[in-house]
Every structure is written in structure tokens, then in C-alpha cells.
């Protein structure tokens, strides 16, 4: 399973564009993320284009991360004549939050559905199913990274986050993997809030290296890090 990334930026980076990942299968797409400047990526590069289905899932509420959300919505339901699924954790407390955004920028909650993660178990053949991880961010804000179990292994995508331990915690585990989709940062400064590249160097093995995909750059400089350790950056398609 590939995914393929709209953009590679952290927050203010807009020269990479907001963080954001989609995969396709049988006309329905997933899209992780809808940060503010990922709907013009996705009618730019006819992302949903013969698309009959979007589902989505968000790693958390910051604006970089949801921020166009309202638009697609608006999009698939009046000119797709769809209801975009938003695919929530089973125990979703940011809910709440999701609602209040959509509510503010004039989405009703008849224009989008909320399906819980196990509803797509055993669906797809892409992947066997998806599960949401919490994972410490913003002190603030419900924060999740994503797994994926798929024939090749799982894929796990980190959404932003400064916790170390849910990477360890899923090499522990012994799980066969496929890739690691993780989002680094050159700072390292107590209190930080995103994954400073040092630390990921520290629990990742040479072998493993090479399934290790970087995202959420902030400059030119981490990109130049990232790779001179071994890891990969993801590319934009």
C-alpha cells in the first residue's frame, strides 16, 4: 500500500504544503488530513476525479491539519452529490471540536457522516482494517497517529506528535511493517511539541531505516538531515 502526499510542510512551511496523504481504491479515496491548503491540491491534481466515496481521517484539529475540511465537504456534497465519511477512533473525544469547525464555516451535520474505525475492517483490499493511536501533540487537542494492517505489514502514520514511546511501543510489539510515515523536526529545545529527528535516530535501526518515510519538514536543512541519516523523505505527488 503507497501512499501518496499532497503535501510535506509542517505548519509554516507552505513552500512544501500542508502535511497530507490519500490512497484510492475501487473509486473511494482516503485522505488523510485536510490541512488549508490541501482542497486546492486535490481540485488541482484531479484527486477525486472519478471518485464516488471520500472518507477521511484527521490526526487532530490544528488548522494546517483541518483546515479546508469544510470545503471538501461543501464540495462532495453539492457538486459530487456525496456525504464525505469522517472516520473517528472508537472512543473520538475530539468530536466535539470537528463540529464546532464544520459548524463555523457553514457545514451542517447533514452534509457528512461519522463511521467509526472497525467499520472498515475486513472491506478493503488495500488494508484489513484501520485503527487510530492516541498520541501526545498539543495539551489542548485529542491527538492520534493511524495505523494500517495491510498483506505487507502495518503502515503507521504518526500525525504530529513529540512521543517517541508509540514508536518504540510498536517496535516492541514485533509487528512485520511495511512503512513508518513519521513527522520529524531539526529543533530540539525542552517542551517542543513535534519529534526531533536525534530521537528517531536513536530508536531506529539502520535495517529498518529504509521503511522510514519523514514528513512535516520545516526547511530545506531537516530535509537534508533526514536523508544524510538513512531515512527517507516522502515525495509529493
Known amino acids: 500500500m503507497e501512499l501518496n502526499f499532497l503535501g510535506r510542510g509542517s505548519a509554516f512551511n507552505s513552500k512544501e504544503g500542508n502535511t497530507s496523504a490519500y ?32 472518507n477521511v481521517l484527521i490526526t487532530h ?27 473517528i477512533p472508537t472512543n473520538a473525544k475530539y468530536i466535539e471540536n470537528i463540529e464546532m469547525l464544520l459548524k463555523a464555516v457553514g457545514c451542517t451535520n447533514d452534509m457528512y457522516n461519522y463511521v467509526v474505525e472497525d467499520s472498515f475492517d475486513n472491506k478493503y483490499d488495500i488494508f484489513s482494517n484501520i485503527r487510530f493511536i492516541e498520541t501526545r501533540h498539543s ?8 495505523v494500517f494492517a495491510t498483506e505487507n505489514g502495518i503502515i503507521y502514520y504518526s500525525g504530529d506528535t513529540n ?17 513508518l510515515y513519521i513527522e520529524t523536526t531539526l529543533l530540539n529545545y525542552e517542551g517542543n511539541v513535534h519529534l526531533y529527528i536525534g530521537f528517531l535516530d536513536e530508536v531506529i535501526n539502520e535495517e529498518l531505516k529504509k521503511q522510514v518515510y519523514c514528513m512535516h519538514v520545516e526547511s530545506d536543512e531537516c530535509i537534508k538531515r533526514v536523508r544524510e541519516l538513512g531515512f527517507n523523505v516522502v515525495d509529493i505527488k
Do not use: P, W
Not at 495539551?139 to 493511524?146: A, E, F, M, P, R
Not at 512521543?163 to 512503512?179: A, F, P, T
Open 23 to 54: 490512497f484510492i481504491e475501487n473509486k473511494e479515496l482516503f485522505l488523510i488530513d485536510c490541512g488549508e491548503a490541501v482542497f486546492e491540491r486535490i481540485i488541482k491534481n484531479d484527486v477525486v476525479k472519478d471518485i464516488e466515496q471520500i
Open 61 to 87: 484539529t490544528h488548522s494546517d491539519h483541518i483546515g479546508s475540511l469544510g470545503s471538501l465537504i461543501m464540495y462532495s456534497y453539492y457538486i459530487m452529490k456525496e456525504k464525505v465519511n469522517i472516520i
Open 139 to 146: 495539551d489542548n487537542l485529542n491527538c492520534y497517529g493511524i
Open 163 to 179: 512521543d517517541i514511546d508509540v514508536i518504540r511501543s510498536i517496535l516492541k510489539k514485533n509487528y512485520k511493517i511495511d512503512k
